[in-house]
């Protein structure tokens, strides 16, 4: 009789060691946040010269901050802005995967009050529903931001902001900037100005 209850009792060890190992109990891979070290904001105007501004982070996930150009814009003009991201450390084209992964990403944009003519006001960083002008979106119908149109002012100078969110999940036709992982966050001193 012990003989069959130390048997019993190693069989039932074996079969729970067994479930207890099985794929089912490995987590999936989450989401995870996008890893960027050069952003590149590309304006291209209806008319005269394309501006390139690009911030570049040569540590990636160091200690040291982005270093970042100054964007100059020319007054009254209407650009097309265009947003293209790299990790330049594991060369991966990470604008390719902000398009594959629309529905999971947005970009969420911040300027001095009244910087521009349109969109007006101060972006849509504080408020989703502000207004910027979005001229891409994902599948579910929901702005993306790697396209956006802007119109200049008669001159200014201050800041542009622009976050990249990650919202697997979250993201509808009301999350906002603070929905989700940020991918990136990055101020640009920016001026409306007839170059030199």
């Known amino acids: 009789m012990k003989k069959q209850s130390l048997v019993f009792l190693s069989f039932l060890i074996t079969i729970l060691f067994m479930t207890g190992c099985g794929d089912n109990d490995v987590p999936g891979r989450e989401n995870e946040e996008e890893i960027i070290d050069r952003v590149m904001l590309v304006f291209v105007p209806t008319e005269g010269e394309t501006v390139f501004a690009t911030a570049y ?6 200690p040291n901050d982005f270093s970042i150009d100054d964007i100059v814009l020319v007054p009254n ?4 802005l265009s947003i ?10 990470i604008t390719s995967e902000i398009e594959e992964e629309a529905e999971e990403h947005m970009f969420f944009f911040a300027f001095t009050t009244d910087m521009f003519a349109n969109p007006s006001g101060n972006g849509n960083v504080d408020n989703r529903s502000d207004a910027v002008n979005y001229e891409d979106e994902d599948g579910n119908g929901f702005p993306l931001g790697l396209e956006t149109t802007w119109t ?5 100078s201050g800041t542009f902001r622009t ?7 979250s993201k509808s036709e009301t999350s906002g900037s603070e929905t989700g992982e940020t991918d990136i966050d990055i101020t640009w001193n920016l001026s409306i100005s007839i170059p030199d």
């Open 57 to 62: 982070d040569e540590d990636g996930d160091g």
């Open 77 to 80: 003009m209407t650009y097309t």
């Open 84 to 93: 293209e991201g790299d990790n330049t450390i594991e060369s991966e084209d």
């Open 152 to 156: 200049t002012g008669t001159g200014a």
């Open 163 to 169: 976050i990249l969110k990650h919202q697997p999940g």
